[in-house]
């Protein structure tokens, strides 16, 4: 008896076991079935697509312009004596100083096509697909220190010249920079920017009278509002600005100005 029992127990555990295995076993399909990617989006696809529209796009517009240059300069210049690096070097000089956002269409052509050409180094070595492909090469350009990730010499040699290729349009992009800073610097040292003031007092021309009809305006308008003299002169803006800091500081004339702020500008007053 009690063995039957005992056996009884053991095939009623044997159901329980069972019972839970096919459970786990469910629980792993499902799980398994919910792990599967499913179909695409419409702008998952749409996202895949757009960077190789935008690459045809911008290989196209490259072709045209290429194009018409070779065409102006074949008409415009035709029995003229000139090596073709002197003709690229002119129109460059051409487009530089007509166009003011030539700078930024050339630094980000050159990115492009140094991404462009990496990309397809890389798909050509055999290390991926040409999307994952076009990723890595804009890391490297952005980081120079991504190619510490490559295994392989030729993928090494790849990776390397597309990162100097980045760090070169990298040092392009701060010269550019620093020299559009400095050209907006001197242009407000040459005082030809606009003047927003409002109910000011102008007056036109600079001579040795004016530090004196400046400081009788400003001791006239003492207490009043539009205080703001604005001179406009053919000299240039530091030489009035520093005439007038100089009477300011010589303790001797005793010259003021009474709260009244001076602007200079130079130009015709004419």
């Known amino acids: 008896t009690e063995v039957a029992k005992e056996l009884s127990e053991l095939k009623a555990l044997r159901q329980e076991t069972e019972k839970e295995i ?3 076993k469910e629980k792993m399909r499902q799980a398994e079935i919910s792990e599967q990617p499913g179909e695409d989006t419409p702008l998952q ?6 960077p190789f529209g935008f690459i045809a796009a911008a290989l196209t517009a490259q072709i045209r312009f290429v194009t018409r240059e070779w065409e102006y300069a074949r008409k415009s210049y035709a029995g003229s004596q000139f090596t073709f690096g002197e003709l690229i070097l002119y129109r460059l000089d051409h487009y530089l ?21 990496g990309a397809s180094l890389l798909v ?8 994952n492909e076009l990723w890595v090469a ?20 790849i990776d390397l010249t597309i990162s100097v290729g980045g760090l070169m349009v990298f040092a392009l992009l701060v010269g550019f920079v620093t020299e ?3 050209e907006q610097v001197e242009d407000f040292k040459k005082g030809r920017s606009r003047v927003l003031e409002k109910d000011h007092t102008v007056m036109l021309g600079f001579s040795d009278k004016s530090l004196s009809i400046i400081e009788q305006i400003a001791l006239a308008r003492i207490g ?7 001179v406009l002169a053919e000299k240039p803006k530091d030489v009035l600005e520093n005439t007038l800091n100089a009477a300011l500081n010589d303790k001797d004339r005793g010259f003021q100005l009474f709260g009244t702020e001076v602007i200079f500008r130079t130009g015709d007053p004419a």
Do not use: C, H, Y
């Open 22 to 24: 096919d459970t786990l």
């Open 45 to 50: 696809k749409l996202v895949e697509i757009l």
């Open 97 to 117: 100083s007509t166009e003011p956002f030539f700078k930024t269409l050339l630094l980000a052509n050159a990115a492009f096509l140094i991404i462009l050409i």
């Open 124 to 131: 050509l070595s055999g290390q991926g697909d040409f999307g």
């Open 138 to 157: 804009w890391t490297l350009v952005a980081d120079a220190g991504t190619e510490s990730d490559a295994t392989g010499p030729l993928e090494r040699a």
């Open 180 to 182: 559009s800073v400095v």
């Open 224 to 230: 009043q509002e539009g205080r703001t003299i604005v």
